[in-house]
């Protein structure tokens, strides 16, 4: 099993990144919420590889050991599959997820394409009360990144364009106050 890719970003097709790893190109399926840096930057994956008849192996990647956690958590619940994990996560943070999945809210998940209702039910009885064992909380940074959504939010953005920008400030700058961190959120979007 492949841990994580340290490489260099080299392009992006819909959901399919291509990192630079000594030379050689891992082709990665990764969240649309992952916000890439600019070509040529240095990135790190935490990866997790399947294996199927048809596919072969494949890469999916993600931004922290939290997310991808939380994406085989998903995989694990029968009837959820890889390309329908990517999808709820591409639709919902790991904290929202973790928070619907431990509050048993079913039509915030079932929003996720892919996902109706009673895949969301079976995730919430799945994998209620599993959050922290995996180690999914809320921290401050995350907190601020929560609150700085909301807002966006209801100032009438997607939930994806609020996240991408809250994400995108965030890489450039890890610690700021939540006002700071909506005002250059909203000149990003």
């Not at 890439?36 to 990647?61: E, V, Y």
């Not at 991408?164 to 700058?173: F, I």
């Amino acid at each position: 099993m492949i841990e994580y890719l340290d490489g260099i970003f080299a392009g992006l097709n819909q959901s399919r990144l291509t990192l630079d790893v000594g030379g050689v190109g891992y082709c990665v399926h990764i969240p649309m919420t992952l916000m890439p840096p600019s070509l040529g930057a240095k990135l790190r994956l935490f990866t997790h590889q399947t294996f199927s008849d048809n596919n072969g192996f494949t890469l999916f990647g993600f931004t922290t050991a939290d997310e991808r956690a939380l994406f085989e958590a998903l995989i694990s619940v029968s009837g959820v599959g890889p390309k329908t994990a990517l999808a709820i996560l591409s639709r919902l943070s790991i904290e929202e997820l973790a928070s619907a999945i431990e509050e048993g809210n079913s039509l915030l998940i079932a929003k996720a394409p892919g996902i109706g209702l009673k895949t969301a039910e079976r995730l919430i009885i799945d994998l209620r009360g599993k959050m922290l064992s995996l180690n999914i909380t809320r921290s401050s940074k995350s907190d601020s990144s929560y609150d700085a959504v909301r807002a966006l939010e209801s100032l009438g953005y997607s939930s994806l364009q609020a996240q991408k920008a809250v994400k995108k400030v965030l890489h450039e700058n890890q610690e700021m106050p939540l006002g700071e961190l909506i005002t250059k959120a909203l000149q990003s979007v």
